[in-house]
């Protein structure tokens, strides 16, 4: 069935909220689901695994963050962790530039949307991921030019949301000069700017294919969310009618 | 007191702080505006031109069937497509929960087809069990007022007028009871409704389709009374058809909003600020003004003495109103009257009003007062759109998010959440079409999930933790919430507020002595509803529309000539 944004956005925040995702949290993740799906970009696989996993506090918390080491994303939601790591980023940035070396992370495609909320701010990012057998793909993230995936091999979008233990190399910047240049003669650009945003405009049209059994899947964990009625709740919750 | 004089000296007046505005007490006495939405959309109906014809029109001797509004403004065509049904007594709710109303309606973007219109007609009658398609941007319905409708009707069939009392008492000839937007129920979302071109500000097209739902309901009458006597019956007459508005009954649903939208309310509020402001600075008000003020506050003594309500809060608040307006028409008989003819006239009467008069008297003259001025008003119209894309500055350190805290929350770090009064309330989303409602904490069940409303309690939590914390007060934000996610929500609420500091409201909204009520008569105040007419603490009727001219009637001089109408007394006209 076709969804419009909103819906998506909502049913993934209640999903999130009621899968036991923090408060604030379920919500950068609904908007960067919306945001994903908006595009074209695969995203209600991995979020629902996430979400799976929400009960565990291991799947989005770190317990130590020592600067220089890669963080260690194992057995975390890629899904889950993409803001609180692009967050990292920024503030490690400064004035210059900002790194962060991330080692097994999945659902990689959520860095895109966590880093698009700052670029709206100035900033620009680059994100170097490298899989098992030399898969890689580059992701960035510019104020302007908008957002841009690129892969050194054959390599589509939607396997991307697939591959997990990728490990990751983030900078931002807010100078456009600072980012690593991409090799043209390695790389193929598997979606840009233009055509993610022509993606968009036709979303905003038609709305976004859901399958039954992914709505379903959210609509499971969004019901947690609501309380059961009770004719007292029908009418001293509302105020009668 | 404020002295206008030295204000003067120091530069332009500056905003009321927060701390003033942002209380539920005040928000809950707001009035219409001229930079309400339905004022300001009217204005630009007028101010461009748009033109409203009818291209389909069926409905049957009862008149029941199918009516199409067509729009054309200079930035293109929206209809509105109306349903109107028949409805046993009995189904007839203004509740949420309820499943069939009296009319259903759709505001499609550009023009339909008559294939879109078979569609909007298997699904718009049912409402949120329908679909509709992105080329709609507002979903409602509307249930009549059925012993003002079948008397109006009756009266215009026996070619009479209804008594313009009879009239104004209800005040509609239907009330809706959901206007959707947003991308519900496969509805356009926000940026499709925004990217036609046809619509700029918040809610302008639900207001727009309340507005034409005005024409419908007098369009119906008048066909009605047509039906049953073709010979005899007449149409209602211009005042009558002004007099009468749109109903609607609003209930808790409206209040989540204002709290998930900090940015959004900050632009609202600051936008309305800025125009008290802009007027209050005015060191002289010239003599065309002040003529207005003065036929303007008598007119608001024949409105409020037309405002009526059960509620024994409200209609004490409007006796009292209703005295201190008189008392102060009394102290200003012309526009000559001594205070309007000195310095900083505005500023003396608001500061007379903050130390005299009742908060209902402050705010209603708050917004009487910008009512001379759209030259300095009404552009700000414009300024209460927000993309809501606030900014987060994940290098704050943890020392200088307590000072945030410290610096816009002070008012919730003061609550003593351990009294079980600070905790009594708690907001919840029922199973019932997600109906938000409010619970008792200590007597029924749902807290586990209630929803985000207590700020207050959050806030004063991640203080709390912040101190407690191990963590060094030079650390970052970024790294605290790699540990404790947690608090995601608290952290990014406090630093949006600082960029935003009408976004939150000063109140703790789990408190036994909050009132729900407030939060929604600040927004309908925004959307420009008058008349507000509770019916518990949590829901609302209001009248919208009511003494606007109809659309063939709107000009320049008209668009902007309603507010604060009145009916029955005699209506001193606000242009000469």
Not at chain 2, 195 to 208: I, K, N, V, W
Not at chain 2, 232 to 255: E, F, K, Q, V
Not at chain 2, 468 to 485: E, I, Y
Request: glycine share 8%.
């Amino acid at each position: 069935m076709r969804r419009t944004l909103n819906e998506v956005y909502r049913q993934c925040q209640k999903a999130a909220e009621g899968a036991g995702v923090p408060a604030g949290l379920d919500i950068e993740v609904a908007q960067a689901t919306a945001w994903l799906v908006a595009r074209g970009l695969p995203a209600f696989d991995s979020l629902i695994q996430g979400l799976g996993r929400a009960s565990d506090r291991q799947a989005f918390c770190f317990s130590e963050v020592a600067s220089g080491d890669p963080l260690n994303a194992t057995n975390k939601e890629g899904a889950l962790i993409a803001p609180a790591l692009v967050d990292l980023v920024v503030a490690n940035a400064g004035e210059t530039v900002g790194r962060l070396a991330v080692g097994s992370l999945c659902a990689a495609l959520y860095l895109l949307p966590a880093a698009a909320r700052y670029a709206s701010d100035g900033w620009c990012f680059h994100f170097e991921l490298l899989g098992a057998g030399g898969v890689a793909f580059q992701l960035q993230v510019e104020p302007d030019a908008g957002v841009s995936i690129a892969a050194t091999r054959d390599g589509d979008v939607t396997a991307l949301e697939g591959i997990s233990g990728l490990d990751v190399q983030a900078c931002c910047t807010r100078s456009i000069d600072a980012l690593p240049n991409r090799d043209e003669s390695s790389t193929t650009i598997l979606a840009d700017a233009a055509s993610l945003a022509e993606v968009e405009a036709k979303t905003l049209g038609n709305g976004v294919e859901v399958e039954s059994e992914t709505w379903d899947l959210l609509t499971t964990f969004a019901l947690k969310v609501l309380v059961p009625a009770t004719e007292e709740s029908r009418q001293r919750g509302a105020g009668g009618a | 007191m404020i002295h206008a004089e030295s204000k003067h000296r120091n530069g332009a007046l500056p905003l009321r702080p927060p701390d003033v505005v942002m209380r539920l007490r005040r928000m809950g006495s707001f009035h219409q505006t001229r930079i309400s939405f339905m004022r300001s959309l009217l204005r630009r109906i007028a101010n461009e031109g748009w033109v409203l014809t009818r291209p389909l029109f069926e409905l049957d001797q009862e008149g029941y069937g199918t009516v199409v509004y067509r729009v054309e403004t200079p930035a293109g065509v929206c209809t509105l497509v109306a349903f109107s049904h028949e409805l046993q007594p009995d189904e007839r709710t203004d509740r949420v929960i309820a499943k069939k109303w009296d009319a259903t309606f759709a505001l499609t973007l550009g023009e339909p087809t008559a294939a879109d219109i078979e569609r909007l007609h298997a699904n718009v009658p049912k409402q949120e069990a329908g679909r509709v398609s992105a080329n709609e941007c507002v979903l409602s319905r509307a249930n009549k007022s059925v012993r003002l409708f079948e008397h109006i009707v009756n009266c215009l069939a026996h070619g009479w007028q209804p008594s313009l009392e009879d009239v104004v008492d209800v005040g509609y000839l239907m009330r809706t009871t959901a206007v959707y937007g947003n991308g519900k129920f496969g509805l356009a979302d926000l940026p499709r409704t925004f990217g036609s071109g046809l619509f700029t500000r918040p809610f302008e097209a639900e207001m727009l389709t309340v507005y034409l739902i005005r024409e419908f309901t007098i369009d119906l009458v008048e066909h009605i009374a047509a039906a049953r006597a073709p010979l005899r019956a007449t149409r209602l007459d211009p005042p009558h058809a002004r007099a009468l508005g749109i109903g609607n009954s609003t209930g808790l649903g409206m209040a989540p909003f204002l709290v998930a939208h900090p940015t959004l309310l900050h632009r609202w509020m600051i936008s309305r600020e800025t125009a008290l402001a802009r007027v209050l600075n005015q060191a002289e008000a010239a003599p065309d003004k002040r003529h207005l003020f003065v036929r303007l506050l008598q007119r608001a003594i024949g409105h409020v003495a037309e405002w009526h309500t059960q509620d024994a809060r409200q209609a004490s608040r409007v006796e009292q109103l209703h005295r201190e307006l008189v008392e102060l028409g009394e102290g200003l008989p012309n526009a000559d009257a001594e205070w309007l003819t000195r310095v900083y006239p505005w500023q003396r009467l608001a500061d007379w009003a903050a130390a005299h008069g009742s908060e209902e008297l402050q705010e209603l003259l708050n917004s009487l007062i910008l009512e001379p001025y759209g030259e300095l008003v009404d552009g700000l119209a414009d300024a209460m759109t927000d993309p809501e894309t606030p900014g987060f500055d994940p290098a704050m350190t943890l020392g200088e998010l307590r000072a945030l805290i410290e610096r816009h929350y002070s008012w919730a770090l003061s609550i003593d959440f351990d009294q079980a009064d600070a905790q009594h309330f708690f907001w919840y989303r029922s199973e019932e079409k997600e109906e938000p409602r409010l619970g008792e904490r200590s007597k029924e069940p749902g807290a586990e999930w209630e929803m985000r409303l207590g700020i207050a309690r959050e806030v004063q939590a991640l203080y709390d933790a912040l101190t407690s914390t191990t963590l060094d007060a030079n650390g970052c934000v970024a790294a605290f919430l790699m540990h404790w996610p947690d608090w995601r929500y608290a952290v990014r609420r406090v630093q949006t507020i600082d960029g935003h500091h009408y976004g939150e409201i000063r109140d703790n909204l789990l408190g036994a002595d909050c009132l729900a009520i407030d939060l929604l008569r600040c927004k309908l105040s925004f959307f420009g509803a008058i008349k507000f007419d509770p019916k518990s603490d949590r829901w609302t009727r209001i009248t919208m529309y009511q003494g606007a001219p109809r659309f063939v009637e709107l000009d320049g001089e008209t668009a902007d000539a309603w507010a604060l109408p009145v009916f029955i007394g005699k209506q001193p006209e606000l242009h000469a």
